[in-house]
């Protein structure tokens, strides 16, 4: 299981709104993976417009936030428009980079996580919810970020 200390797993995934989106072309900055269960959820939805709302506190720590979640490209599309979301929205809809990360639940839905990952690769922060009904807020992710590197 990955975990604070380990390096990164890399992936490549189609996302909105640039195409495809590597983790390993973000090294030199601070990375804040979400991981979350589906596009248009009530909290999924206010969880991305909440880091949407403070994008700007997360570029002045020089740190950029990505959500992955499985449905497609066409569905997030949708979701990133309607609702305005100001982050990168990418599609793991074969849940490889789930697995990867571990934030599989026992039926295999998503779990909603978050890590942080150091300018180098390495992980710093892990949360991985059981349930998935909270999020971390921005101030809890700006203190993790705070104490990268």
Do not use: W
């Not at 995934?13 to 973000?26: A, E, F, H, K, R």
């Not at 936030?65 to 609702?83: D, K, M, N, R």
């Not at 180098?120 to 992710?141: D, E, I, K, N, Q």
Request: glycine content about 8%.
């Amino acid at each position: 299981m990955i975990g604070v200390g380990d390096k990164a797993p890399d992936f490549t995934l189609p996302g909105v709104p640039q195409g495809n989106y590597s983790l390993g072309d973000y090294l030199g900055k601070i990375v804040v993976l979400a991981f979350y269960p589906a596009d248009k959820s009530p909290i999924c939805t206010t969880q991305l417009r909440s880091y949407t709302a403070d994008l700007k506190s997360f570029q002045n720590v020089d740190a950029v936030v990505l959500g992955i979640s499985p449905q497609g490209i066409a569905s997030h599309e949708e979701f990133y428009i309607e609702q305005a979301i100001g982050i990168p929205l990418l599609a793991d809809e074969d849940k490889s980079v789930a697995e990867k990360y571990n934030v599989l639940g026992p039926l295999g839905f998503y779990r909603r996580s978050i890590f942080v990952i150091s300018r180098s690769g390495v992980v710093t922060y892990v949360r991985r919810t059981t349930a998935g009904l909270t999020y971390s807020p921005t101030s809890v992710l700006l203190k993790a970020v705070s104490q990268v590197d």
